[in-house]
């Protein structure tokens, strides 16, 4: 069954302190990513799809990358609203649903 | 536009009560999903709906647990004789063409947050 790994599990940052969440997985074939954010209270709230390995989508302060083995949601000089859980998802494999991973809390102090 | 409407946005049961949770999915919306997210979790699987169609059910915990959408629009999900561990955040999600590829993204409401006590 496909797994998705998220590290690490919470990430504390200064404001303008640079860093890079991680997404693995274990798949039968790899058919693209999605990036998620959530706030607390809220539903996920689409950010990013990345299709094949190699890709690279960007997003104000956010950029991210797929491998054929993991993906990175990269944060430039974060700001404290980017305070949030990062989500990472990959289709099923007969694309009835999205597998979640456990999510990255993200908390940027000013 | 509006986005995805879920109600009632908490809802609290003794154990052993009936449950129906909506969803008002964004209007044209094809695919429409259902999702159960634990404290600390990311969200879980529970069912699909293309239209009215139910094609997945797959992730459905028990047979205590029913979802239809009649007329390709509004969902309700049903929990009977609920249990504790039925307490969850129980997400919505929308989306313009057929299952959850690429062709148009999972638009999430705010969930419903169900307390069993």
């Known amino acids: 069954e496909d797994q998705v790994t998220q590290s690490p599990e919470a990430l504390r940052l200064q404001e303008g302190e640079s860093s890079s969440l991680n997404c693995s997985y274990t798949?039968?074939?790899?058919?693209?990513l999605f990036w998620y954010r959530q706030d607390p209270g809220k539903g996920p709230e689409f950010l990013f799809t990345l299709y094949s390995a190699g890709e690279e989508k960007e997003k104000e302060r956010l950029k991210a990358t797929l491998t054929k083995k993991e993906s990175f949601l990269h944060i430039t000089a974060p700001k404290p609203e980017d305070s949030a859980t990062y989500l990472c998802a990959l289709p099923g494999e007969y694309g009835n649903k999205l597998v979640f991973g456990a999510g990255t809390i993200l908390r940027v102090k000013s | 536009g509006a986005g995805v409407s879920q109600s009632p946005r908490y809802k609290v049961a003794k154990r052993g009560q009936d449950v129906a949770l909506r969803c008002d999915p964004i209007s044209g919306h094809v695919s429409l999903f259902w999702y159960q997210q634990a404290l600390g979790q990311g969200p879980e699987f529970l069912t699909y709906?293309?239209?009215?169609?139910?094609?997945?059910k797959s992730g459905l915990p028990s047979d205590r647990f029913f979802a239809e959408r009649p007329e390709g629009s509004v969902s309700t999900l049903k929990i009977q004789r609920t249990q504790q561990e039925d307490s969850a955040v129980y997400l919505c999600?929308?989306?313009?063409?057929?299952?959850?590829?690429?062709?148009?993204?999972?638009?999430f409401g705010n969930g419903t947050r169900l307390t069993v006590t």
């Open positions: 798949v039968s074939g790899l058919r693209g």
């Open positions: 999600a929308s989306s313009l063409a057929s299952g959850a590829g690429f062709n148009s993204p999972l638009h």
């Open positions: 709906f293309q239209n009215e169609a139910q094609l997945d």
